[in-house]
């Protein structure tokens, strides 16, 4: 499914918060779980599925999973060379440095990305758009990531899952699969 901005990666929420959850959007299956998770600020791919076995396959840390991050500011090869080679973060209170990935500048974003919501005023000065591909998934990684090199990000598109495109899915559209091909 194409995740829209705002909605949680799960079906039950039990804090008091109103949140709004996927189950909203389409009728799941029972026992449909996220392979993963995008934040409720990130959208994009989202794959979902009733196959616990299938959700550690798909979560497994051989796996790509391409971003694009639209960014506060123009991206400089600097800082994409940084984000290639690796960049420390924190994770659970303790500082770590990513594994090596690919990184490059985004000249013309597809049209399937959409316009997503307003991120913010021109005047405000520019941004950029970077491509980012990991096989970790730490929590809030790609935003750290970017935080970490200067150009803290402002919307978070996941893209791709393996080989898995996100391609012709519009935000909210759910895409019933029989299978996965990773």
Known sequence: MHK?????SQFIYEKKRNKRLLGELFSFPGGTMAIGRLDEDSEGLLLLTTDGMMSEIVRAKTIEKEYYAQVDGLITDEAIEQ????VEIGFKGIRYVTKPCDAKRIIELPDYIGEGRRIRDRRHGPTSWVSITVTEGKFRQVRKMTAAVGFPTLRLVRIRIGNIHLEGLKAGVVKEVNA???
């Not at 829209?4 to 949680?8: E, I, S």
């Open 83 to 86: 984000l290639q080679n690796g």
């Open 180 to 182: 996965f091909d990773l």
């Open 4 to 8: 829209p901005h705002g909605f949680l």
